[in-house]
Structures are given as C-alpha cells and as structure tokens.
C-alpha cells in the first residue's frame, strides 16, 4: 500500500539555520502530496502542496519540491525561526482519495534562540 | 469565518465504556473526515462522511463508527473502549469530497482511556 517515510527527530537547529526535512514515498499513480505542520495543542495546519511531478508547493518561506523520479517531497527552509518550531508531517493523497490522507510519523522541530 | 470545531476537547473514560464526539466543519464545508493520531501508529484515516453517506472507511474495527447530519456536522463513536483508543482524534472538513480538496483540520478531541 501506499506510504510516507520522514525522519522523526527532534531535529534540533539554531534560528537562522537552513532546514531540511526529507520525505520519501512510495504510492501507485501520481499522488498529491502535501506538508502539514502542528504546533503544541493544536490540530494540522496546511503548509504547502504539490499535485504533479516538479510542482513547487510554496509558503511562509518554505519550499518542496516534487520529484517522481526520486519519489521524493522534501521541505526546505533558508533560515528558520524560533517560531518554526513544531511537529511536520508530510502526506500524501492517492490518484483516487479513497482512502483519506497518508501521513508519515512526523518531524518533531526544535529551533534554539 | 470559524473554523473546524470539535468537542470536547478533552475527556476521560474507562475500558468497556463508549464515546462520542462531535465535530462541526466549516461553513459550507459538506465533508467531514476523521483521523486518530497516537504515539506509535502516527495519524491514520479512519472515514469519511459527505452528504450523510459513509464515502471512504480506515483499517479499524466496527467499533468505531459515525454519522453526518444534514447540516454537514458529523459524529464519531466508539463503542466497547480499549485502552489502545486512547489517541487524538483530529476531524477535517472540505468543501467536496475530500479527495478532491484541501482539508481543514480542526484542533482535535484528546481520548484517554483507563
């Protein structure tokens, strides 16, 4: 079946680092993939997203790019914040939806002052 | 405009009990769709509601359950609590099938079970 593989943390960084969060999948057909992030007490909140092959989703800075050939959706920062802080999950959709949203286990996120 | 609303946000129950929880979408929103997150599974679909027909279902026993209303808002049970069932579960509301649509998470109903 489909899946989302991430690394789980904490990734630790210092504010103005630069991030990545790697993310790989594994889905038949051309699925959408999405980034959510969840902050302390809080439900998902959309990030970014990409529905084909070399889409660049884009938001508050971050960026992911969509690569079919290396089945891959990692999320980029050029430098991060304190704010930034949270829980990232990468997600995919499958060509039909029916079977709701893919997650993977999520990036716990630490950015030191 | 509000967004997705569930509730409670917090509740405490014993094996063997059941429970029900509410989620409101947004306004407009006609699919509602359920996810539980725990610590080891990570968050896993569990169904989705649109015009009050179960469209999609999870890998989850007949335990779990729910309904949609004519106003979109939706219902979740569970009957015969485990202690596994303790998670959060996050409801998300779309404008259409959710398969075809962003969704909206709301922040959750937190479950413990003793």
């Known amino acids: 079946g489909d899946s989302v593989t991430q690394m789980e943390g904490p990734v630790t960084l210092s504010e103005e680092a630069f991030l990545t969060i790697n993310c790989t999948y594994t889905a038949t057909g051309y699925p959408s993939l999405f980034w959510y992030v969840q902050y302390p007490g809080e439900g998902l909140q959309l990030l970014l997203k990409a529905t084909k092959a070399d889409d660049k989703g884009s938001n508050k800075g971050f960026e992911a790019t969509y690569r079919k050939e290396t089945t891959s959706f990692h999320l980029e920062k050029g430098s991060v914040q304190v704010s930034d802080s949270a829980v990232y999950f990468c997600a995919l959709r499958a060509g039909g939806g029916a079977d709701g949203l893919t997650f993977g286990k999520g990036t716990h996120l630490i950015i030191q002052p | 405009k509000a967004g997705v609303t569930q509730t409670p946000r917090y509740l405490i129950k014993t094996r063997g009990q059941q429970v029900t929880l509410s989620c409101s979408p947004i306004s407009g929103h006609r699919s509602v769709s359920w996810y539980q997150q725990t610590p080891g599974q990570g968050l896993q679909f569990l169904f989705e509601y649109f015009s009050e027909t179960q469209r999609n279902k999870g890998n989850f026993p007949g335990r779990f359950s729910g309904r949609q209303f004519s106003n979109s808002r939706s219902e979740m049970n569970v009957s015969t609590l485990e202690l596994g069932d303790s998670a959060l579960y996050l409801c998300?509301?779309?404008?259409?099938?959710?398969?075809?649509?962003?969704?909206?998470f709301g922040a959750g109903s937190r479950l413990t079970v003793l």
């Open positions: 998300a509301s779309s404008p259409d099938r959710a398969g075809a649509n962003v969704l909206t």
